[in-house]
């Protein structure tokens, strides 16, 4: 069984999306990385000197609020949910974001554009959503639906399953008699819930889920939303592997989320849509079936 990873396919064959880079806080070659058209080195030499005279360390006394009242029902649904159990047992509370333009980012990018069935996606369409409506945009209490794809490749005997959820996760395996004489044996898979989530982190607080969503309410004109809140220790990392680093979002001018409509300090990049993949094969390939005849999968 191969680990389960976000992978991106070849530009040829993969989508490719509107997203916005923090480019005042990324090097030209980490740019050129994104996108080489967006690696232009006097708007990158221009976000550095808007960078520059900027006032250090944010401001954002205030940034989280108390839980409202009149969403007292959600938050009992919230504990009560599958999804969210493992929250509150970390030490997940819930708060009210009331300024998202002033939370830290430590994401580069961001996708810009919004396609049918992706939370948020309905946002611009004018309407305001009601506070219950936001708290189950933020906080969902279901999982997301299982939206993947398999195939079976017959040459390397394997099964390959993906998915352009990045919170596709195994979460078990089993084995059993699923015929006489015949045993199975697999894995589990789920798209885990994914929520709006801050971090409080060396007296930072940084955004470390839910950007696509967070892009898109800011995008409405919407900044203040219902999220989770968890103090981390100054050697727990809160965020990883999301190109800016702790020397950054922690650093005397970290970007906000608000800098990603920041023309001077953030540009349009095309990004190949990444996807997440897992693959199953049969090794050692003299184990394989082979040309045998296959058992009915499982009803």
């Known amino acids: 069984m191969s680990a389960l990873a976000e992978t991106t396919a070849p530009a040829a064959t993969r989508a490719r999306r509107r997203a916005r880079a923090l480019t005042g806080w990324l090097s030209t070659t980490e740019i050129q990385r994104l996108d ?21 360390h944010p401001d954002q006394t205030g940034v989280i609020g108390e839980w409202p009242a009149e969403l007292a029902a959600y938050a009992d649904a919230l504990r009560a949910s599958v999804g969210a159990q493992p929250m509150f047992a970390e030490g997940w509370r819930l708060a009210m974001i009331t300024d998202l333009r002033r939370v ?40 997301s639906a299982l939206n993947i794809q398999s195939r079976f490749d017959e040459e390397q005997q394997r099964w390959i399953i993906t998915s352009a959820n990045p919170n596709l996760r195994i979460v078990g395996t089993f084995s059993g008699e699923v015929q006489p004489s015949v045993m199975g044996f697999g894995f589990f898979f789920r798209m885990l819930a994914s929520f709006v989530s801050v971090a409080e982190f060396r007296g930072r607080y940084v955004l470390r889920d839910g950007y696509h969503r967070s892009y898109r309410l800011l995008a409405a004109g919407i900044t203040a939303v219902p999220a989770f809140v968890r103090q981390f220790g100054d050697d727990e990392l809160p965020v990883k592997g999301l ?17 990603y409509f920041h023309d001077d300090l953030a540009a349009d990049v095309w990004l190949g849509a990444a996807e997440t993949t897992a693959i199953v094969s049969a090794s050692p390939q003299r184990l394989a079936m082979g040309s045998q005849p296959r058992v009915p999968a499982l009803a």
């Open 36 to 56: 080489r058209a967006a690696a232009d080195p006097a708007r990158v030499q221009a976000a550095r000197a808007v960078l520059r005279t900027r006032p250090p």
């Open 104 to 143: 830290i980012a430590a994401q580069a990018t961001v996708v810009a554009d919004t396609t049918e069935g992706e939370p948020g996606a309905g946002l611009l369409d004018g309407r305001v959503p009601d506070l219950e409506a936001l708290a189950q945009l933020a906080l969902p209490l279901a999982d």
């Open 243 to 259: 190109l800016l680093g702790p020397d950054v979002y922690c650093g005397p001018t970290p970007p906000l989320l608000g800098d």
